[in-house]
């Protein structure tokens, strides 16, 4: 099944140590809720990248895993490249206003970006979309777990999974994995 | 506006050092997406607390934080009142499962339960519900959200908190923030 419009997800402003885990989280959630692609900009940990592959060899699925240095020249060669660039802010646009989602969802190609506590007052104006899943504080994980979710309309939590060597089968109760090879 | 089901949120196996952000997170998620009270068990630093009350000094709503000790008893205390519990699991019956999101809407009061990344084996048969929102791996403060989002269906993000000293005015370009007494 092939999700549209196509995502990638750019993470601004890891700060090593810090936002370590919720960087993963963001990656995972981008894999897990039908983007193709994270790219990470400037220093970052190995494990985040490595824990995301981890993640893509088990369970399958083609997502990848990009470190880049400079989030403007990439931003901008995405934008020339006919991707619409979606920025998830607090301060934007709530995605509840009337006509918005299915603006996007016209978009063929969508380059979105979650920054962490601090972002360049630049991307709100590099951004086509400054877009707040509601206007109050929380958090970027949920913030694009939410984006995509009501993109693809529920659609991306039913998503097959290609080359995978775990696959759960869910359960009431407990526990339920089976082995690419189980099956065989 | 009220929203229904009621939720609380319990926060199982927070790890201290590891889990800092991740649980401060899902205590702003479940604040953010319309529960009304966070509970974490055992050790926890005071900061996740901290800062959770410090959004709703500034941002308003009546959101509670507790920290207790015996998740178990609490649990059962709570079915014992009339609450259903949900817990939130990668291994449990998919949201998108015919049905199911209309049942938990017909829920009164719902306890939902997010793990940290171990959870005791009990716990899958203490709840009333296992949900995985995608049968992948992500994040527990994703599946809250998106939890949360479509049990209400979307009309949590237009929550108007009362008693805030700041408010975002949405703007597709930029910050607006006005404060509580700029609007007297």
Avoid at 104 to 119: F, I, N, Q
């Amino acid at each position: 099944m092939k999700l549209y419009p196509e995502v990638v997800v750019l993470r601004l402003g890891h700060r090593v140590g810090r936002d370590k885990r919720i960087s993963t989280h963001v990656g995972l959630v981008a894999r897990a809720f039908g983007a193709r692609a994270i790219i990470y900009f400037g220093e970052i940990e190995r494990s985040v990248v490595e824990s995301i592959r981890n993640v893509v060899s088990n369970w399958g699925g083609r997502f990848e895993v990009y470190v880049e240095t400079n989030w403007r020249k990439k931003i901008l060669e995405l934008k020339n490249n006919g991707w619409r660039i979606v920025h998830l802010t607090m301060y934007g646009i709530n995605i509840a206003e009337r006509g918005l989602i299915e603006e996007l969802r016209g978009c063929e190609k969508l380059a979105v970006v979650v920054g962490a506590e601090k972002v360049p007052a630049e991307l709100y104006s590099i951004a086509d979309y400054n877009v707040a899943i509601g206007n109050q504080p929380h958090s970027e994980v949920a913030a694009l777990a939410v984006f995509l979710d009501r993109l693809y309309g529920g659609k991306e939590l039913c998503i097959s999974f290609p080359n995978y060597k775990l696959k759960i089968i869910p359960s009431a109760r407990g526990k339920m994995v089976v082995r690419h090879n189980d099956e065989e």
